[in-house]
């Protein structure tokens, strides 16, 4: 559903703070606390069944991977975020 504006930053190291990155991941949330309604209709759970933590979880991290494996070779994320392991 994302695509980079600038697509030659796919290539690039950024930091964590770089403005690329902060708008890829509010963007993701957005799209997600969008989605988080009909999604839990659909599969007929609570908010408090599957907060959106939980949708974050699985939908960026386990789904992204999947489809991340799926679109480029090695299964890199679209970006490639400079962290030590400490950033979420």
Do not use: Y
């Not at 796919?10 to 999604?39: C, I, K, S």
């Amino acid at each position: 559903m994302l695509r980079l504006k600038q697509p030659e930053l796919a290539a690039e190291r950024l930091p964590p703070g770089h403005p690329a990155v902060v708008e890829w991941r509010a963007l993701t949330v957005a799209l997600l606390d969008r989605l988080a309604a009909p999604l839990r209709q659909r599969l007929g759970k609570s908010q408090a069944d599957l907060p959106l933590a939980s949708l974050l979880e699985g939908g960026t991290w386990a789904a992204g991977r999947k489809a991340a494996a799926e679109r480029r070779p090695g299964g890199t994320p679209p970006l490639n975020i400079v962290s030590d392991g400490t950033v979420f």
